[in-house]
């Protein structure tokens, strides 16, 4: 049976005011394929029976988080658009590096990393180019609402299709170990990077700034406001002389005039702008 009208808009409601995922008219279709999917994985036989289900788990709504991570677009692959990667290798690390020497720390925060592609990418960008960077304190984190993603980037296991998005064939005879399910990131890769659960609606708990943020390819699934909102609490995490790095259909245009975009062959990257009295 197709999804009502009902149904959509009570969907709709929810994804919005859990995980801030805009779901206009005409994601019906999208709607009712993940949901069916969803309900043949739980065993359930109808939708109808998933949206009763979904009604009286109420308590520990354990449904309720699975309908939402099956409503999320987990599009992502290594070295995703190419150029923000190129602009941190060739002009942002080394001025980091530069910066940061007396303190020997790098705090790197892909935010919304889906399944790991985004920060591995970058762990293997500091082992191949940056080798001075051995005896720093260097931390990659990535989280996500989803814990479905996670569990797939904390594995480091990656199947034939994911590998052959965007990673070059030396990057995978160096970093990765082929295994039964596809191909496993080496563990010096792994233990640059920690995952953690993280809805980005909720409060961010880090205890110190990072230097670099990545929030690549989901601002476009949220209203202003929310984008609106996070930028404000970004400036907040990000060191004065941070860079922040969007997905390249996305800006702080007409959004935030805290953020100022510089130019790094054809890609940009932001600065706060008030902050380092620009
Ligand atoms: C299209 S992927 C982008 C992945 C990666 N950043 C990239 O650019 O390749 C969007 C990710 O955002 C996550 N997401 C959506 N809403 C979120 C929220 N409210 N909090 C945290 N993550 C969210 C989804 O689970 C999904 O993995």
């Known amino acids: 049976m197709p999804i009502t009208n009902e149904q959509f808009t009570q969907i709709a409601k929810l994804v919005r005011e859990k995980a801030a995922i805009v779901l206009e008219t005409g994601k ?8 069916s999917a969803l ?3 739980e065993g359930i036989d109808s ?12 308590v520990f709504n354990t449904l309720q988080v699975k309908v939402i ?7 992502t692959s290594f070295y995703r658009d190419h150029h923000p990667f190129e602009a941190m290798r060739k002009d942002i690390l080394p001025r980091l590096i530069k910066e940061r020497g007396g303190k020997r720390e790098l705090r790197i925060w892909s935010a919304a990393c889906s399944t790991g592609q985004e920060p591995y990418s970058l762990a ?11 005896g ?6 990535g989280t996500d609402l989803s814990l479905r993603v996670l569990e797939q980037a904390k594995s480091g296991i990656y199947n034939q299709v994911e590998v052959n998005r965007g990673l070059p064939a030396p990057l995978l005879i160096k970093h990765f170990e082929k295994v039964p399910a596809g191909w496993r990131l080496r563990d010096d890769v792994r233990k640059l990077v920690e995952f953690r659960e993280l809805n980005l609606l909720k409060p961010w708990l880090f205890r110190e700034r990072f230097d670099i943020v990545l929030i690549r390819n989901v601002l476009i699934y949220f209203d202003v406001a929310t984008k609106q909102q996070l930028l404000g609490r970004i400036r907040e995490i990000l060191q004065p002389d941070g860079y922040l790095f969007l997905g390249s259909a ?21 600065r706060l702008v008030n902050e380092r009295g620009s």
């Open 250 to 270: 996305e800006t702080t245009f007409n959004i935030s005039n805290h953020y100022t975009p510089e130019r790094f062959g054809n890609a940009s990257a932001y």
């Open 39 to 41: 309900a043949r994985q």
């Open 47 to 58: 939708l109808e029976n998933l949206f009763q289900m979904l009604e009286q788990d109420t």
């Open 136 to 141: 720093w304190n260097v931390k990659i984190i």
């Open 28 to 35: 019906e279709y999208l709607v009712e394929t993940r949901l």
């Open 69 to 75: 991570d099956a409503l999320t677009t987990n599009e």
């Open 124 to 134: 293997m960008m500091l082992l191949q180019y940056f080798p001075e960077l051995a």
